[in-house]
């Protein structure tokens, strides 16, 4: 029951930092939409930003552990890997609820700083990490350019394929709606970003119909 309290917790106060923004949103409001107790909410968060903290390291957490399963891949086919784990990464960033908390977190930045901050160290660093765990074992087993700055090139790869979509939609325009769009913007960047990157005698080019 208490895990299903927390999980009840966060999940209705993503809902509405998402739709109300941080600042308009407060406990007493979490507390009753949720039907528990504010001091139920404050026995477990010690303030509203530590709840909203909370709720960011949640996301975050959620998009590592959905692309966990792919991980059994990556110790003989990293490349591979990489591409399935990011084209569904790109699916969840592309999330209506993801979309709604990273207005938040974006849109009142300014007067919550460490809200910023802390979004990066738990969604944007993670990724970063996990498409450079991949490239290491790809430039291991000999498939990158010698010159290839593992580092940058991550975070290049990252913010090509989930940047940019998150990016337009954040922004309210309306890309990639469709999966079959999502597909072919994804494949044809991982294939131009590849051809720069690996050895001549390398192929890691995937056809334009993806399964996601």
């Known amino acids: 029951m208490s895990e299903e309290l927390d999980a009840l917790i966060l999940k209705t106060a ?18 009753a939409v949720a039907q528990v107790g504010k001091q ?5 968060h010690a303030s509203k930003e530590d709840l909203f903290k909370t709720v960011i390291s949640e996301l975050g957490h959620t998009f590592l552990k959905a692309v966990a399963s792919d991980e059994s891949y990556s110790s003989d086919k990293p490349l591979p890997t990489l591409h399935r784990t990011l084209r569904r990464l790109l699916d969840l960033v592309l999330d209506p609820e993801t979309i709604a908390l990273s207005r938040t977190f974006v849109g009142e930045g ?14 944007f660093d993670p990724l970063e990490k996990l498409a450079l765990r991949f490239l290491t074992q790809a430039e291991m087993a000999g498939q990158l350019k010698t010159d290839c700055k593992l580092q940058e090139t991550s975070r290049i790869l990252v913010g090509l394929l989930l940047g940019w979509p998150h990016q337009q939609v954040l922004f309210g325009r309306h890309v990639l709606s469709h ?30 119909k993806t399964a996601s």
């Open 14 to 31: 993503g809902r509405l930092f998402g739709e109300q923004g941080y600042a308009a949103t407060s406990i007493e409001q979490i507390a």
């Open 179 to 208: 999966p079959d769009d999502r597909d072919h913007y994804f494949n044809a960047c991982w294939n131009n970003f590849m051809h720069g990157v690996l050895k001549p005698d390398i192929s890691c080019v995937v056809p334009e």
């Open 110 to 123: 300014w007067r919550f700083p460490d809200l910023i901050t802390h979004a990066g160290a738990h969604i």
């Open 40 to 44: 139920t909410i404050y026995r477990r």
